[in-house]
């Protein structure tokens, strides 16, 4: 039930614009972004809620399209302190609506950004 | 205080060892994880408390022993180790369990020799 991440890698120069796709194969309750930089702890960018709900804040921004459970994150005019793995979240939809309570991972998406 | 806290930094253990794990956060969560994470992998959940209690255990070996005192607090109790058990282990916390973003301590950097 892990979620699939793609790309696994990107590399783009400074200002340039990058999409992390994520999707799953069980129905989802949320979905969860995260970055974690070399030797870090994952640092939470956002979460998303409810199918059709789109977030950001600066140039980061997600979707979740609930029906297809599929999410995206949109990283425009990239900086250079954007580089990092960036990691999916999926919290499964338990039977009753709610969520399961286990966030599970993706493979991640090790972004590079140069300058 | 916005922030969870892991101690040790780094932990270097024999394989007949007893060792603990700490993580602390004053931000009121009641929600607390036990994650691990190999190198280039995704961290992958081990534990989940809720209101002090476990909540999910994630077929973890009985080597691996949780304890929630309070809501403040978590603890890993770690007991003859494998090699392969070396990896960075990361707690973190969210307001509830289900529906809210985490916050992840900085990590144990955790070696069995």
């Known amino acids: 039930q892990q979620p699939v991440q793609s790309p696994q890698a990107v590399i783009l120069r400074e200002g340039e614009d990058a999409v992390i796709n994520c999707s799953s194969s069980?129905?989802?309750?949320?979905v969860h972004w995260y970055r974690q930089k070399h030797g870090e702890a994952p640092v939470f960018l956002m979460i998303?809620?409810?199918?059709?709900e789109q977030k950001g804040h600066d140039k980061i921004s997600a979707s979740f399209n609930e029906k297809k459970q599929q999410s995206s994150l949109y990283l425009t005019a990239s900086q250079l302190s954007y580089s990092g793995t960036y990691f999916c979240?999926?919290?499964?939809?338990?039977?009753?609506?709610?969520?399961?309570?286990?966030?599970?991972f993706g493979k991640g998406t090790k972004l590079s950004v140069k300058p | 205080d916005t922030e969870v806290t892991q101690t040790p930094k780094h932990l270097v253990m024999g394989m007949t060892n007893k060792k603990s794990l700490k993580c602390e956060q004053h931000m009121g969560h009641r929600a607390m994880y036990w994650y691990k994470q190999k190198a280039k992998k995704p961290p992958e959940l081990m534990f989940v408390y809720s209101y002090e209690k476990l909540s999910i255990n994630e077929s973890v070996p009985s080597r691996f022993s949780p304890e929630c005192p309070n809501s403040s607090l978590l603890n890993l109790h770690l007991h003859a180790l494998q090699p392969e058990d070396s990896a960075l282990y990361l707690c973190?916390?969210?307001?509830?369990?289900?529906?809210?973003?985490?916050?992840f301590g900085s990590g144990t950097r955790l070696t069995v020799v």
């Open positions: 069980k129905a989802l309750y949320s």
């Open positions: 979240g999926t919290e499964p939809r338990g039977n009753y609506g709610g969520s399961q309570g286990n966030l599970i």
């Open positions: 998303l809620l409810k199918g059709g």
């Open positions: 973190a916390s969210s307001s509830r369990q289900g529906g809210y973003g985490y916050t």
